[in-house]
Nanobody, 115 residues
Framework: QVQLVESGGGLVQPGGSLRLSCVLSGNIFYTYTMGWYRQAPGEQREMVATITSSQNISYADFVKGRFTISRDAAKNTVYLQMNSLKPEDTAVYYC?????????WGQGTQVTVSS
């Protein structure tokens, strides 16, 4: 079993910043991919950014240049630094872990961008 606990969501004005954190615990494989996904009301869940244990990173086009994913291996934590936030970034953000056919999700953290 693997557990993921997200934190850092909240309400922010357009143009503002937030940093999300996801702490990973349990039976973690040495090689894995972690990522951030988001789901807005009435929309499908979509990939925001992913990072592998070997530091390969991918971003969705709509966050390139604004969001940064990073990983602290010693703390088993993945971060998503979100800058220049827009109202359309409003969604529940989920942390994801995938390794060797296993997949786990966090409980989600709400991000609301509004003036």
């Amino acid at each position: 079993q693997v557990q993921l606990v997200e934190s850092g969501g909240g309400l922010v004005q357009p143009g503002g910043s937030l940093r999300l954190s996801c702490v990973l615990s349990g039976n973690i494989f040495y090689t894995y991919t972690m990522g951030w996904y988001r789901q807005a009301p009435g929309e499908q869940r979509e990939m925001v950014a992913t990072i592998t244990s070997s530091q390969n990173i991918s971003y969705a086009d709509f966050v390139k240049g604004r969001f940064t994913i990073s990983r602290d291996a010693a703390k088993n934590t993945v971060y998503l630094q979100m800058n220049s936030l827009k109202p359309e970034d409003t969604a529940v953000y989920y942390c994801n872990y995938r390794a060797w056919g296993q997949e786990y999700w966090g409980q989600g953290t709400q991000v609301t961008v509004s003036s």
